[in-house]
Structure formats: C-alpha cells, structure tokens
C-alpha cells in the first residue's frame, strides 16, 4: 500500500485528505443518528409519566430539557404554546399547536442534514482527484517516451498502470462515501417522518384527544 501510494504521487495527498474528512463525516453521523433513535424512544416515556395540566407541563418541559434533541425541543415548544392558547377553542388551539409544530420542526430538524453536504462534496471531488492525478501522470509517461525517442512497451505499460493508480484511488474513496450518503438520508427521512407522526399524537395528547398509552405506542 506504501509503495502503491508513493507511486501514485502528489493526488494520493489529496485523496488521503478527502478519505479522513469522509470517515470522519461518516462515524459522526452513525453515533448522532443512532443517538437520535434511542433518545425518542426514553423520551416519550418519561415526558408522558412526567405531564400534568395541573402544573402546565412544567416537569415534561424538565424532561425535554435534560433530553435535548429535536424531538424533545419540539415537544417543549408545543407545551409552550399550549399554555400560551390555554383560553382558545380546541380547534382553534390544534391549529395554534400545528403551526408550533412546522416552525419548530424546520428549525430543529435541519439539523440532521449536518454532514451530508460534506458526503457529497467527497464522493464529487474524490474521483476528480483521481482523474486529474492520472492525466498528470499520463502527461509524465509520454513525456518519458518522448525523452527516450522509443516507444519501449514496458515503459509505456508501467507509466500508465502508475497513472491509473490514482483513478482507481479516486473511485474507492467515492463508492462507500456515496453509499453512506444514501444510507444516511434515508435515515433522516425516517427519522423526520416519526417525528412528524410523533408530534401530531402529542398534540392530541395535549388536547385530550389521545391517552397516554396510545402515544408511546406511536413509537
């Protein structure tokens, strides 16, 4: 591997440098979005077993504080505004909380998306690394040939196999990083969708309209 990278030359830098911003990139998504996940479950738990009317929600606001994720600030929002149009009709109160929940919810769950941008960066430039590093080097083997005024097919065959090194480079770094990519917006798309889904239960709940059971079954 050592001499595969030395012979590739200057673009193997550059490639190596893309490969630990992508792993990087990847690990911290997999620990963020898997923390994600295990926190909604605990959450609804202990936010239905800690609500009350009579004290305004103010230890589910405690729950959703020591959670902090965006399912928890979204929750807390909603409690907010559910004392703010504690006088209003029910109807008119369920749009009030809706509209909580679609300003909350595009704040909060944007936040996911952090790293995707760097992913596709990656995956995008990686193998242009790689082109660009194997035209050099395609470049420097016929400039080779000229020099020796004869085409000697062990020259020209071990020129080109050391240009395509960074090519092949390129395309390894950019496969798992593109998977990962795919992998990782479904996810957040899963994740978006059950919070959305969670966050109308909860507004039922807070309304009257749900029990507490039914809104940890909706996780």
Same mark, same amino acid.
């Given at each position: ?21 992508? *792993?990087? =990139? @990847? ?5 963020? &979005?898997?923390? /994600? ?5 605990? %959450?609804? +738990? ?75 960066? *990656?995956? =995008? @430039? ?5 082109? &660009?590093?194997? /035209? ?5 083997? %016929?400039? +080779? ?75």
């Amino acid at each position: 591997m050592l001499e595969l990278f030395a012979k590739g030359g200057w673009a193997m830098w550059l490639l190596l440098i893309s490969s630990v911003v992508g *792993v990087a =990139t @990847i690990f911290e998504r997999l620990i963020v &979005l898997n923390l /994600v996940s295990k926190k909604q479950k605990g %959450f609804i +738990s202990d936010f239905v077993n800690s609500f009350s009317q009579e004290d305004k929600g103010k230890k589910a606001l405690e729950v959703c504080t020591s959670y902090n994720t965006a399912l928890s600030r979204i929750v807390a929002s909603l409690i907010n505004q559910n004392n703010k149009y504690g006088d209003l009709e029910e109807q008119e109160k369920k749009f009030a909380l809706e509209d909580a929940v679609n300003l909350s919810a595009i704040r909060e769950l944007e936040t996911l998306d952090k790293g995707l941008d760097v992913l596709a960066a *990656v995956s =995008t @430039i990686a193998p242009l690394i790689g082109f &660009l590093g194997t /035209v050099v080097g395609m470049m420097m083997a %016929f400039d +080779s040939i000229a020099k020796a005024a004869t085409v000697d097919p062990v020259l020209v065959a071990s020129g080109i196999q050391v240009a395509l090194i960074t090519t092949a480079t390129g395309l390894l770094i950019a496969f798992p990083v593109s998977a990962f990519h795919v992998y990782f917006t479904s996810r957040i798309n899963e994740i978006t969708k059950d919070v959305e889904y969670i966050s109308v239960k909860v507004i039922d709940f807070l309304l009257g309209r749900a029990r507490a059971n039914e809104l940890q079954k909706a996780i």
